[in-house]
């Protein structure tokens, strides 16, 4: 990835341009999917169709070969960290936003993800603490803010 390119965009996100932020969101989107080339986007593609269709086994199965195949595809664990959270396997969605989280620190959708997570397990803290991070990357979200303070009223 063009860190130079990264950081422009990161720096968009924190300005008060909401089109700004929209675009600048949009492109670290469109980097982290295209991580991988057509391969990886194709792959990633046809897991949504699957899940979008209700197929989640076969959903869970093309992401996990993925994720075997391409380790450093911090993508490719985020939408099965997706797939695990609409499941309600929250123990394995929050695994793989960590790993996410690891491989690319600056990813504001498993900082959320994370909190999710945390929140539907009724760890309201460690949510707060993790939407907090989706924040500090992107802090005009406001939908990170309203979890902050449904998780804050539940403390």
Not at 71 to 85: G, I, S, T
């Amino acid at each position: 990835m063009n860190r130079p390119n990264i950081d422009l965009l990161l720096e968009d996100l924190k300005k008060p341009d909401e089109g700004l932020r929209e675009r600048a969101t949009e492109e670290l989107w469109r980097i982290w999917f295209e991580q991988k080339g057509v391969y990886g986007l194709d792959l990633i593609r046809r897991s949504q169709v699957l899940l979008q269709g209700g197929q989640l086994d076969e959903a869970e199965e093309l992401l996990t070969g993925l994720v075997k195949d391409q380790p450093d595809f911090a993508e490719a664990w985020n939408r099965r960290a997706v797939l695990y959270y609409v499941r309600g396997e929250y123990h394995k969605a929050i695994a793989d936003c960590e790993q996410v989280i690891h491989l690319n620190p600056i990813h504001f959708g498993a900082f959320h993800g994370l909190g999710l997570c945390h929140a539907a397990l009724g760890d309201y803290l460690t949510a707060i603490q993790s939407f907090r991070k989706a924040l500090e990357i992107q802090p005009y979200a406001i939908v990170n803010q309203k979890l902050i303070l449904e998780c804050t009223t539940r403390l």
